[in-house]
Nanobody, 119 residues
């Protein structure tokens, strides 16, 4: 069982920045994909950024150029740096990982962290 614990959410005004962190209770080397999703009020959950280990990072069009995914393997942590925040970025943000284990792919979600952008 892999546990994901997000932090860094909170309140921001439009144009400000926040950085989300997700601490993962597993070796980063066992993960073949990591991602951030979000679910806004009355909306479906959507992919924000997806990182394929050893590969590239893809971003939703709505956040390209403003959000940046990063990872720190020494800390078993992934981050989402969010800049130039907009009111439409208001959502619960979820960390997600896909783990290769015993020939299977196991998927895990964090509990979510609220981000509210408002003036």
């Amino acid at each position: 069982q892999v546990r994901l614990v997000e932090s860094g959410g909170g309140f921001a005004q439009p144009g400000e920045s926040l950085r989300l962190a997700c601490v993962i209770s597993a070796s980063m080397h066992s993960l073949n994909a990591m991602a951030w999703y979000r679910q806004g009020p009355g909306k479906e959950r959507e992919l924000v950024a997806q990182h394929i280990s050893g590969g590239s990072t893809n971003y939703a069009n709505s956040v390209k150029g403003r959000f940046t995914f990063s990872r720190d393997d020494a800390k078993n942590t992934v981050y989402l740096q969010m800049t130039s925040l907009k009111s439409e970025d208001t959502a619960i943000y979820y960390c997600f990982v896909n783990q290769l284990y015993g020939g299977s792919e196991l998927r895990y979600w964090g509990q979510g962290t609220q981000v509210t952008v408002s003036s």
